[in-house]
T-cell receptor, first 113, second 114 residues
Framework: KQEVTQIPAALSVPEGENLVLNCSFT??????LQWFRQDPGKGLTSLLL?????REQTSGRLNASLDKSSGRSTLYIAASQPGDSATYLC????????????FGAGTQVVVTP | EAGVAQSPRYKIIEKRQSVAFWCNPI?????LYWYQQILGQGPKLLIQ????????DSQLPKDRFSAERLKGVDSTLKIQPAKLEDSAVYLC????????????FGPGTRLTVT
């Protein structure tokens, strides 16, 4: 059974510092991996989608890497801003399903001015 | 492009009562998902539809939960009777094609069972 873990559960950084969020998964047979952002009282917003054949994806200040062999993904957010405060969730797409996602519990990020 | 719509946004009921949630996916999205997110946890898939057929309902508590997507567009999730442990946010998401691309989420319905 695929298990997804995100450590730490919470993180506080001063504005301008780079953020590094970690995600680990137990089964390397994944279809893809997605990073989502969740703001309080709101749904999830997809940030980056990495296919299993890719090593990384970039969008603006965000960069996500994927290492299937070690079962790890890392989301980097450069030069953090207070508006980056949110919960970040990673989810792996399972290969034996039609796009079924297995989510981690998330990392709650606070960026202080 | 309109996003995924859900209603109601909040619902408070007593245990043993019934409740229904509605979801309208992004136009043209064939795949629709219902997730349950308990406080402090990641979302857990309850049921997945491909058009109006069920693809995966392995984690749906079928003795009390039911869902339908009759015309392959909007969907309803029902709980009857509700238990205290059903208190959670119920999220609806949709995606194109076979569901292997990005999923787009609605704002969710926060259910409190007292």
């Amino acid at each position: 059974k695929q298990e997804v873990t995100q450590i730490p559960a919470a993180l506080s950084v001063p504005e301008g510092e780079n953020l590094v969020l970690n995600c680990s998964f137990t089964d390397s047979a994944i279809y893809n991996l997605q990073w989502f952002r969740q703001d309080p009282g709101k749904g999830l917003t997809s940030l980056l989608l990495i296919q299993s054949s890719q090593r990384e994806q970039t969008s603006g200040r965000l960069n996500a890497s994927l290492d299937k062999s070690s079962g790890r993904s890392t989301l980097y957010i450069a030069a953090s801003q207070p508006g980056d405060s949110a919960t970040y969730l990673c989810a792996v797409g399972l290969t034996d399903s039609w796009g079924k996602l297995q989510f981690g519990a998330g990392t709650q990020v606070v960026v202080t001015p | 492009e309109a996003g995924v719509a859900q209603s109601p946004r909040y619902k408070i009921i007593e245990k043993r009562q019934s409740v229904a949630f509605w979801c309208n996916p992004i136009s043209g999205h064939a795949t629709l998902y219902w997730y349950q997110q308990i406080l402090g946890q990641g979302p857990k898939l309850l049921i997945q539809f491909q058009n109006n057929g069920v693809v995966d309902d392995s984690q749906l508590p079928k003795d009390r939960f039911s869902a339908e997507r009759l015309k392959g567009v909007d969907s309803t999730l029902k709980i009857q009777p509700a238990k205290l442990e059903d208190s959670a946010v119920y999220l609806c998401a949709s995606s194109t094609g076979t569901g292997l691309g990005s999923q787009y989420f609605g704002p969710g319905t926060r259910l409190t069972v007292t």
